[in-house]
């Protein structure tokens, strides 16, 4: 009976982590999806703003080498020169913002790869606590080929005709051991050990 209990509130837990685990990968994939389409926008939108802004630095560029022309009226030659001047200022500003945008969104979208892949681990915790809810005890199935003792032999018989009785503990059987002698000892929960052990 205690066996049972143990094995009902290990199967509870693991169902209660099952839970806890897949919530958290929908939360992380869905944050992760939406991260990822608002990264891409911005990346679109800093892409275009930064063709824009480098179109109009080599237009002033341009006009700079036009105002230098030797050929050229000194009045034009000086509209051109400080319109050129004015146009590559105010566009070598737009290429720095527009590449600083496009950075961040780069980084989002790192980010976002991140968190889908930490959904990929949470999913995948969650099937693990999904197939240990099922066995909790890790009990296996007992192998169809190993005969069964009668009842009226003795524990000792029994230890001295499995492969696994060298790997169980020397010690008074138990009521549970007693029932199924082939089974592998059973897991029992103790102190954690400590990180990085």
Not at 126 to 135: I, W
Request: charged share 30%.
């Amino acid at each position: 009976m205690p066996d049972e209990v143990d094995e009902l509130i290990l199967k509870m837990q693991h169902l209660e982590a099952q839970a806890r685990a897949q919530r958290e990968a929908q939360a992380l994939e869905g944050r992760g999806k939406s991260l990822k389409s608002r990264a891409q926008q911005v990346a679109w939108a800093a892409q275009a703003e930064l063709s824009a802004a480098e179109a109009q630095q080599r237009a002033g560029e341009e006009k700079l080498q036009r105002a230098r022309d030797p050929g050229l009226k000194p009045i034009a030659a000086a509209d051109l020169l400080e319109e050129g001047r004015r146009l590559t200022e105010d566009a070598r500003s737009r290429v720095i913002k527009a590449r600083a945008k496009l950075n961040f969104a780069l980084d989002q979208m790192d980010q976002a790869e991140r968190r889908e892949y930490e959904a990929l681990r949470a999913d995948a915790r969650a099937e693990a606590h999904r197939q240990m809810a099922e066995d909790p005890l890790f009990k296996g199935t007992p192998p169809a080929s190993t005969p069964t003792p009668s009842p009226t032999s003795t524990p000792t018989s029994t230890s001295t005709s499995t492969p696994t009785s060298t790997s169980t503990p020397t010690s008074t059987p138990t009521p549970s051991a007693t029932s199924t002698p082939t089974a592998p000892p059973r897991k029992t929960l103790g102190r954690r050990r400590p990180k990085g052990s």
